[in-house]
């Protein structure tokens, strides 16, 4: 099966510019999560969709982030206006939901954005 | 606050040797607990999880360890492979299963000697 795709893989913009990234979960996966990590330090949760709805969303840093997952497939995640804290690499990770303690999630590869 | 924490951001470990990775955490509600491995430019990937009912878990080279008292948990890689080479990261979760965020720690980069 495909795993999770994130687009773009890099991205460079200056601050106050609006990024969207995308993530792809893999097909039938309800759970998709969006995580975030800054160079050296932990990974450190976003926000959790089931199908289209936000499940949790405390880990968004502030109002300048918008995630969005219209039909429960695909999600975005906006920054605007880009600020140079919010440089790092993005990840998304998807999951059945099973109650199988021996699976976790899939990660996507992640988006390196470099806020200058 | 950091509820997971990796003390050593590295460890270096000879090929054939054992590498065990460490981590505390400070939440008594944490009931599920999991190893990733990252590779340089790649996302996560999960590699074993141990819940809170059992104090190991073994599969195949990798074996985790909790000690739910000490709230430590322990990953040993028997033997050591250059393959092996990476940051692994320990993450926690208060429920069992995939449908609930994780704490993660800040890693501890392996890096396996010939």
């Known amino acids: 099966e495909a795993g999770v795709t994130q687009f773009p893989s890099h991205s460079v913009i200056e601050k106050g510019q609006t990024v969207t990234l995308r993530c792809d979960p893999i097909?039938?996966?309800?759970?998709l999560y969006w995580y975030r990590r800054v160079m050296g330090k932990e990974i450190k949760f976003l926000l959790h969709?089931?199908?289209?709805?936000?499940?949790?969303e405390s880990g968004m840093p502030n109002n300048r982030f918008l995630a969005e997952r219209t039909g429960g497939t695909y999600s975005t995640l906006k920054v605007q206006p880009a600020e140079l804290e919010d440089s790092g690499v993005y990840f998304c990770?998807?999951?059945?939901?099973?109650?199988?303690?021996?699976?976790?999630?899939?990660f996507g590869s992640g988006t390196r954005l470099t806020v200058v | 606050d950091q509820q997971v924490k990796q003390n050593s951001p590295s460890l270096s470990v000879q090929e054939g040797r054992i590498s065990i990775l460490n981590c505390d955490y400070t939440?008594?509600?944490?009931?599920?607990f999991l190893w990733y491995k990252k590779y340089p430019a790649e996302g996560p990937t999960f590699l074993i999880s141990?819940?809170?009912?059992?104090d190991k878990n073994e599969d195949g080279r990798f074996t985790v360890f909790l000690n739910k008292s000490a709230k430590h948990l322990s990953l040993h890689i028997v033997p050591s492979q250059p393959g092996d080479s990476a940051v692994y990261f320990c993450?926690?979760?208060?429920?069992?299963?995939?449908?609930?965020?994780?704490?993660f720690g800040t890693g501890t980069r392996l890096q396996v000697t010939l």
């Open positions: 990770a998807s999951s059945h939901g099973t109650d199988n303690i021996n699976y976790g999630y899939t």
């Open positions: 097909s039938g996966h309800d759970n």
């Open positions: 969709f089931v199908k289209e709805s936000k499940q949790d």
């Open positions: 939440n008594s509600m944490f009931d599920y």
């Open positions: 141990i819940s809170s009912i059992k």
């Open positions: 993450a926690a979760s208060p429920y069992t299963g995939t449908a609930s965020k994780l704490t």
